[in-house]
């Protein structure tokens, strides 16, 4: 067994954390208006011209992912009819509507991953499905639930106002809509705003351009199915990003091009896939009712490192959870402390970014280009990728690792790309530069809305997001919000936060309906005692450390300042969130909340 000179490697991780460390953080990415507004254009779908809408729903929605699907049909499933969603897309997907590029898929096993399996009755076609399976699966849910009767597509909502005395919302958008709702919810995702990186010369560019999430088919040719891309055999291309997103498409990009140049800041820790299609006897003997919400609790547990008989997943996920349960199970009695816990995942993670560095040697067939995409910082410093076909696709002969050593991309030229002094002539550059995520909410979500006595959510979180659960926000009564964080915040399985969140408000506002309350409102008190709840975990853990190379997970390594509460979750983890929260909705009391 080899030894690990964990000091030795503690010193590395500083110091490739310190090369990247810079002063302007979130300001290095430039906000897609004005001149790059037309990186938002959707390539996907016409917009239709309609007349704006006047009337008055019970529930409205923003956002047409997850969040959005997984509350409508809750609330249909409890005899809400006339919910209306608002999405800024074309169609429902949010995530996996603008993400078509090619290779996209998920991370997390489809099982888990995808939600209303069970009530839908569809069967994952491969253990991580591609993107455009994932889109007919939004699609799907969307017709099941009769959530397109109402939905608002392209359509962006730009003023939100509480009218009191009418116990309503006034929703206003940017196709001249102005209608009303009782209720409110919003779920517009942590990563719908698109970003480019603030490279000087970046408009002077003469060839073609476009981020990842806005893929140019007409111009790449293929399509999201895995059709070859052949309008660029005789194309070279760069592409700047080496996230999560790079990490799918880099091998089919690799396969079309002449030449591809992928420009690298911090390499991503690339794990094995494993993907395989779902066999449909093994499928049958699973889905017995209730494996979904079995699966999801499993995967959970396991995930977050409780004690568990099986694991019905297996996936790099839940290997390393595993691993640190193992190795604390069999420290012996005195070392069973905090810090011989803390010992122990700080081993298993080096071991474990070992062996994910060992396989880029082993994959790679030049050393120098090997030792160059070894990521060097702790697993969840990152989002974790995990891929079959990324390193290899850097033995292709036309593939070329650009290594900026931390410094990123130096400028770009009318001919092409410059690192470290060198001008590499490009057709084409891809930006899989990422999603605005530490920037204000408001700034994200392009409105602020206006609760009780005219107070702006921008005003009342001033210091920080405040929520109840990461739902509820004092003064501004009948509004929800579906995301993780302040809650289960988990985030190796995002929609299983969603699920619950939908499920939490639907039956909130039934009960309101049917017990004639006109308002939904957290206490100023409940939503206080939340938050301390929360940061009394004396956090951050790895995600969001300030030890970590810099990414959006830790606020691209300035301090956190009020962004901490964005970061929060509940202390005891997810798995007794997810069973407090149940609890907290079937006991009818809703403490905290006051039904007027
Ligand atoms: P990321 O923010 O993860 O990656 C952006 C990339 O751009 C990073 O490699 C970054 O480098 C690089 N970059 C930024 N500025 C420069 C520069 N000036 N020069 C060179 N490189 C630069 O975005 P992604 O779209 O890859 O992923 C975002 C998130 O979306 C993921 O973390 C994941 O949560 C989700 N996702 C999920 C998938 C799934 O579940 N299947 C698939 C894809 C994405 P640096 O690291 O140094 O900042």
Redesign the pocket.
């Known amino acids: 067994m080899t030894v690990i000179d964990k000091d030795a490697l503690k010193r590395k991780y500083a110091e490739e954390r310190d090369k990247?460390l810079r002063p302007d953080g979130n300001d290095?990415?430039i906000r897609l208006s004005d001149r790059f507004a037309h990186y938002l254009d959707d390539p996907y779908t016409p917009v239709a011209e309609r007349a704006p809408v006047t009337d008055h729903v019970t529930v409205a929605f923003i956002g047409g992912g997850f969040a959005g699907l997984v509350t409508g049909a809750r609330l249909k499933e409890s005899g809400i009819d006339d919910v209306r969603i608002v999405e800024k897309g074309g169609d429902f997907g949010g995530?996996w509507y603008w993400?078509r590029y090619p290779g996209?898929?998920?991370?997390?096993a489809s099982f888990v991953?995808m939600p209303l399996l069970e009530e839908t009755g569809h069967m994952p076609s491969e253990k991580?499905a591609h993107?455009p399976e994932i889109l007919e699966h939004c699609q799907r849910i969307g017709k099941q639930f009769g959530l397109y009767d109402n939905a608002l597509f392209h359509t962006e909502v730009t003023g939100l106002e509480w009218d009191d005395p009418g116990s309503r919302w006034i929703v206003r958008t940017n196709r001249g809509d102005e209608f009303t709702a009782r209720f409110l919810a919003m779920g517009t995702g942590p990563?719908h705003v698109?970003?480019l990186?603030?490279?000087p010369g970046i408009e002077e560019f003469r060839g073609h351009a476009f981020h990842?999430?806005r893929w140019d088919y007409a111009y790449t040719g293929g399509d999201p199915a895995g059709a070859p891309m052949d309008r660029l055999a005789d194309e070279r291309v760069g592409i700047?990003?080496?996230?999560?997103?790079?990490?799918?498409c880099v091998p089919h990009l690799a396969r079309a091009c002449r030449e591809l140049y992928v420009?690298?800041?911090?390499?991503?820790s690339v794990d094995v896939r494993d993907n395989r299609p779902t066999d449909p006897d093994w499928f049958a003997t699973i889905a017995t009712p209730g494996w979904q919400q079995r699966w999801l609790e499993n995967f959970t547990a396991n995930q977050t490192g409780a004690l568990t008989d099986e694991d019905l997943v297996m996936d790099g996920w839940t290997d390393l959870a595993r691993r640190v349960r193992s190795r604390i199970m069999s420290l012996p009695p005195d070392q069973f402390t905090p810090e011989g816990m803390m010992a122990a995942f700080e081993d298993s993670d080096f071991e474990k970014m070992e062996e994910i560095r060992a396989r880029v040697d082993a994959v790679v067939d030049d050393p120098a280009t090997a030792q160059a995409l070894k990521a060097w910082y702790r697993q969840l410093c990152?989002?974790p990728?995990f891929h079959d076909e990324y390193l290899q696709a850097f033995n292709e002969p036309g593939t070329h690792l650009v290594d900026?050593d931390?410094?990123?991309?130096e400028r770009i030229t009318e001919a092409g790309v410059v690192?470290a002094g060198v001008e590499y002539e490009v057709d084409c550059i891809v930006?899989?530069?990422?999603?605005e995520?530490g920037t204000d909410y408001t700034r994200r979500a392009g409105y602020d809305p206006v609760g009780r006595d005219g107070v702006r959510l921008s005003e009342h979180w001033a210091d920080g997001m405040r929520t109840l659960h990461g739902i509820h926000v004092h003064g501004f009564p009948n509004m929800f919000i579906v995301q993780p964080t302040q809650g289960a915040n988990l985030?190796s399985n995002?929609p299983h936060n969603l699920t619950e969140s939908g499920r939490t408000i639907a039956v909130m506002i039934r009960h309101a309906l049917d017990n004639g309350w006109d308002q939904i409102e957290v206490t100023e008190q409940a939503e206080d005692a939340w938050i301390d709840l929360l940061l009394s975990n004396p956090g951050p853990g790895i995600i969001g450390s300030p030890d970590c190379?810099?990414?959006?997970?830790n606020n691209?390594g300035q301090p956190l300042g009020k962004g901490r509460q964005l970061f929060v979750g509940y202390p005891m983890g997810a798995m007794a969130f997810f069973r407090y929260i149940d609890d907290w909705r079937t006991s009818g009391d809703f403490e905290g909340v006051e039904f007027r």
Do not use: H, M, W
């Open positions: 990247r290095q990415y995530t993400n996209a898929q998920c991370d997390t991953y991580y993107a990563l698109p970003k990186p603030g490279i990842t999430s700047i990003g080496t996230g999560a997103t790079a990490v799918q420009f690298q800041r911090t390499p991503s990152k989002r990728c900026t931390g410094k990123g991309v690192a930006f899989a530069s990422g999603f995520v985030i995002i190379t810099p990414g959006y997970y691209e």
